[in-house]
């Protein structure tokens, strides 16, 4: 379940301050069969699959379509796979400022399954920035982008939580005509769609959008990379989750409109913005306008060709019924050696939870009848973005004094609308 600043974790800024060389084998992730299936999880608005290194070391790997390489978050981690750590490069995390130490391991043999495997130069982070294991309430390893699917096509089967890899000629004419055609640009690795989008009744405007399977927010603008996209009249501003470098401070408000094609279209769209006027290098975004995250992704059966540069999308039932969000303004996090303890990191300003005076550092220890010991965070963040109106029970715990709250979840942006209406 996406709950809008609580994650966003995607390598789309990622760049390389040196070269570390991109030379790779022949693709052999599918090696004799046209196509290979591997099951997911998808947690807090992430997918998630599991993979080995070498034949013996199991990681969890966010898939990220967003990102161009595979990266593992841990140095001690890769060490005790007897990995060997290359050359030192310096990266930039995705606030464009943050510079991080990483290496570069060469022909890591990584296995999706037992007859998907590849061989991949792997970055490895000197320190794991990313605080991945406290937003999503398990452990995480690092990720896998789009370099690894170069030459196949991409299936992306959330319904059935199934992701396929096709060799292209596998994919049958009757197969991809249940699906609408969208054409898309592919630049080092990453998938972008140009949509068009209406901010507030006014002409829509194309805008060129990163497909990003490794961002949990459903749509994020990057405000002035077109002249008509600015912030919205109304909003509310807070953490638009974590990167690598810490914490992405944002905007959070709604758009009229956003269309894929002449016949899918989302209204009143829950949106994301983060300003483009500071960024120490603007053409690092590839000239795009911001991107397209799981939420929306994971309203259709989605296939990616990377060779043909086409993406097929096959709307699921009530596809573009309202996104579930965030209604309570509680940030949390999952802390601990069992990551079974929640404290708040945040909460947005105007929410129900800032009228309630609850605060950063809070601990929940019960939402309802249920202690959170009995819970994980995915739903927690479930239960915080229920229906509109809906009351619940909280216990609290500041600083060893005992708090019991009732929360009344609420689109507060959309109160925000009313009130100044």
């Known amino acids: 379940m996406s709950r809008f600043g609580t994650i966003w974790f995607s390598l789309v800024t990622l760049i390389l301050s040196a070269s570390h060389g991109s030379a790779q ?4 992730l599918i090696g004799e069969a046209d196509q290979v299936e591997l099951p997911f999880d998808y947690i807090n608005g992430l997918i998630v ?17 967003g990102a161009e390489n595979l990266i593992l978050f841990n140095k001690d981690a890769a060490l005790d796979m007897g990995l060997a750590l290359g050359k030192k490069v310096e990266l930039r995390g995705s606030d464009l400022e943050t510079t991080i130490d990483a290496y570069i391991c060469r ?3 990584l296995q999706l399954d037992k007859s998907a495997r590849i061989l991949r130069d ?12 406290k937003s999503l309430g398990i452990s995480i390893d690092g990720l896998i982008g789009g370099r690894a699917f170069w030459g196949l096509a991409l299936e992306l089967d959330f319904a059935r939580k199934k992701i396929r890899l096709y060799k292209t000629q596998a994919l049958s004419l009757t197969q991809k005509d249940e ?22 009744r ?9 497909v990003d399977s ?12 077109h002249p008509a996209l600015k912030l919205p009249a109304i909003f509310v501003e807070g953490s638009l989750g974590r990167g690598l470098g810490g914490n992405i401070q944002g905007y959070i408000g709604k758009i009229l409109s956003l269309r894929l094609n002449d016949y899918i279209h989302f209204p009143h769209l829950i949106t994301h913005y983060q300003h483009i006027d500071d960024l120490p290098d603007p053409s690092i975004h590839n000239h795009r306008n911001g991107l397209l995250g799981n939420p929306i992704l994971s309203r259709f059966h989605v296939i990616i060709d990377y060779v043909h540069a086409k993406m097929y999308i096959r709307p699921y039932r009530k596809y573009n019924q309202d996104l579930d969000f965030d209604k309570s303004g509680l940030l949390i996090n999952a802390i601990g050696a069992k990551l079974d303890q929640f404290v708040i ?8 939870a800032d009228k309630l005076n609850i605060k950063a550092g809070d601990r929940l220890k019960r939402i309802g009848i249920w202690p959170t010991k009995m819970l994980d965070l995915a739903t927690i963040n479930d239960k915080l973005s229920g229906r509109t109106g809906k009351k619940i029970k909280l216990k609290i715990d500041r600083n060893g004094q005992v708090l019991r709250k009732t929360i009344k979840l609420e689109d507060y942006i959309a109160l925000k609308l009313t009130k100044r209406s």
């Open 25 to 28: 084998q022949a693709l052999t």
């Open 49 to 65: 699959i599991k993979a080995k290194i070498y034949d013996k070391h199991p990681v969890r790997l966010i898939l990220d379509t």
């Open 107 to 109: 022909k890591v043999r």
């Open 122 to 133: 792997m970055i490895v982070l000197e320190e794991d920035y990313s605080d991945m294991d």
């Open 179 to 200: 699906f609408h055609e969208l054409d898309i640009e592919i630049n080092d690795h990453k998938p972008y769609i140009t949509t068009k989008l209406d901010p507030e």
């Open 202 to 210: 006014g002409n829509d405007i194309p805008l060129k959008l990163l």
């Open 214 to 225: 490794g961002s949990a927010l459903s749509l994020l603008l990057l405000v002035d990379s």
């Open 345 to 352: 990191t945040e909460v947005i300003s105007g929410s129900p």
